[in-house]
């Protein structure tokens, strides 16, 4: 039995929040300030995406939530060609009445068989304004280390005409609350892929970081962190399967029990 169906056969005491920083992009590999600018993964980020899905494919994911940019659309459904559970996930598209009308499925077998998958500008990276597109190194050295550094890392420092973490923080974590936090509390395994920046306003919210602590928080693209969810409280899990790069999120200790016991369901697969 995989972990997944063997959860799914016992009332939802807690449930799995799966988070995932995108792959790199094609800004990211040319080291430009991206923010909402629509830019697509690059052939590594695909990689990036691949990978993240080997190592959640045994955690189950009965909901998907994404930003509005396809570098997160891209993500996700790219690992989700590696779960598991084989089910199909399918962006929900009720933005207009017709929208929902045109895209509604009528099969429920079929319906059963997909995992739905929700698009939320909220979740977008957070904006930059006038840095997008610029050279991080260059504005760098042409507007001082500090100040981009600032900019880029800090709560409260707003880009020119640009958000501050602060600002990306209130719409992502308040969407965070009333659209995703819901959906755990009724038993339901959540992945959200969404940006470097939504996501540290998310962990702010999650481990309950201050803005200082907040300053030193970077996330590799395209690893995994995985969260319970239990009696209302957040317990974070690390990154499974994840080699111990620098910068990637914090670990448990006992990620070491934890990866055992994914490779060695693997190695049940396998041998089944
Ligand atoms: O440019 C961006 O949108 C972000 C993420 O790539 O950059 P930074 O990590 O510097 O905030």
Known sequence: ??????????????????????????????????????????????????????????????????????????????????????????????????????????????????????????????????????????????????????WRRSYDARPPNGESLEMCLRRAVTYFKEQIEPQLSSGKNVMVVAHANSLRSILMYLDKLTAEEVIHLELSTGVPMLYIYRENQFIRRGSPLASMENGVYAYTENLATYKQNLLDEVLDEVSL
């Not at 929900?92 to 319906?111: F, L, M, N, P, R």
Request: proline residues 3%; charged residues 25%; aromatic residues 8%.
């Open 1 to 150: 039995m995989i972990r997944g169906e063997q959860y799914a056969l016992f009332p939802a005491a807690e449930s799995y929040l799966i988070l995932i920083r995108h792959g790199e992009s094609m800004w990211n590999e040319k080291n430009l300030f991206t923010g909402c600018v629509d830019v697509p993964l690059t052939s590594k980020g695909v990689e990036e995406a691949i990978e993240a899905g080997k190592r959640i494919r045994h955690l189950p994911i009965d909901v998907v939530y994404i930003s509005a940019l396809i570098r997160s659309q891209m993500t996700a459904m790219l690992a989700l060609t590696e779960h598991h559970c084989k089910k199909v996930p399918i962006i929900v598209h009720d933005e207009t009445e017709q929208a929902k009308v045109w895209s509604q499925i009528y099969s429920e077998g079929t319906e059963m068989q997909s995992v739905p998958v929700i698009k939320a500008w909220q979740l977008n990276e957070r904006m930059y304004g006038e840095l997008q597109g610029f050279n991080k190194l260059e504005t760098a050295e042409r507007c001082g280390q500090e100040q981009v550094y600032k």
